[in-house]
């Protein structure tokens, strides 16, 4: 006799929809808002080129303008998702470029007008590991205490070569010491890993969610690669295109990361998709719609569930801070 899948809602595991509808009663819709800052990859203090994969509008592509404030900024996001739905809670999402980069004044206006608007139930912002001093941890601190603060932490991958080659500019113990210190302050921290980079095996990928699910973390958020145009991926991309996973081998290696990962994760993300206009590759990635029903699919016919496999990836890798 086959053990029964588990599912979370209508799904085989802990998907963000399911925890905020759990949470908080109802959908919750996020907001994406630009807090007008850049990042320590782009304005010369480690480089002036930013991550390899990045576009012009620092990830955050769907993001409002800056030239906006926060508050108009989000009543235009929910204009736009009132116009088609019965949304009355939202989640005031900072995403483009690095959103800690910056005084803690600035920083401390920013997050106050976005924290009281009386739509806004949480704050996630994100940014890099090694963008949280002692000031800036404070004052998430703080502000938890308002309403709740998500922070999301783009590692992408724990290997080292890989991530030389893609610039990050952090190494893996300043992530691991920033997860500690949001830890420390009961600030739930949110991974971003990205699944297909050059050069990377099934088992490295494996070990990056497996090593990033052992830390403290609440949520994790996995990534498709995609080269978009004008970034110096693409470049490289054009110049010598080197293999990306077809629609079937990533919704395998979805379903791969799913059975590995801890109930108590939460998922945010299985795909991503970057702005129509800007994508080279892979261009399947472009259908959400054949690229979600293929993973449910794929998901379905494994009879995948979140923590399937067991607790954790047995990697081979002994991992050091």
Not at 35 to 47: E, H, K, Q, S, V
Not at 77 to 94: H, L, R, S
Not at 164 to 174: H, T
Not at 222 to 237: F, N, S
Request: glycine residues 6%.
């Amino acid at each position: 006799m086959t053990n029964p899948i588990k599912y979370w809602g209508d799904k085989p595991y802990n998907s963000l929809d399911y925890y905020l509808k759990k949470t908080y009663g109802e959908k919750v819709y996020r907001l994406s808002l630009n807090g007008g800052m850049t990042c320590p990859n782009r304005d010369g203090t480690l480089d002036t080129r930013g991550c390899i994969f990045c576009s012009a509008g620092g990830s955050g592509d769907f993001a409002a303008s800056s030239n906006l404030s926060i508050t108009e900024q989000i009543e235009e996001a929910k204009m736009k998702i009132t116009a088609k739905t019965k949304a009355k809670k939202f989640i005031a999402y900072f995403q483009a470029y690095t959103n800690t980069y910056a005084s803690v004044e600035y920083l401390r206006n920013l997050y106050m007008e976005a924290v009281m608007h009386p739509d806004i139930i949480l704050l996630s912002i994100a940014t890099r590991p090694d963008c949280l001093n002692e000031e800036i941890l404070n004052l998430l601190s703080e502000i938890h205490t308002i309403k709740p603060v998500w922070i999301e932490l783009g590692l992408q991958t724990i290997h080292p070569k890989t991530s030389a080659w893609i610039r990050s500019g952090f190494v893996l113990s300043d992530f691991t010491d920033a997860v500690h210190h949001l830890y420390a302050r009961n600030i739930p921290v949110i991974t971003h890993l990205i699944l297909g980079l050059p050069g990377e095996t099934r088992d490295m990928m494996l070990d990056s969610v497996a090593f990033a699910s052992s830390l403290p973390i609440s949520g994790i958020k996995l990534q498709l690669l995609h080269i978009l145009k004008g970034t110096d991926l693409d470049i490289l991309y054009q110049k010598e295109p080197f293999p990306l996973p077809t629609l079937e081998e990533y919704a395998n290696l979805i379903a791969d990361c799913i059975e590995i990962l801890p109930e108590n994760i939460v998922i945010h993300r299985i795909t991503g998709d970057g702005p129509k206009k800007l994508l080279t590759a892979p261009l399947w990635s472009a259908d959400k719609k054949r690229v979600l029903n293929t993973l449910t699919k794929t998901l379905k016919q494994r009879r995948s569930y979140q923590g399937k496999g067991g607790i954790i990836w047995q990697s081979q890798i002994p991992f050091t801070k």
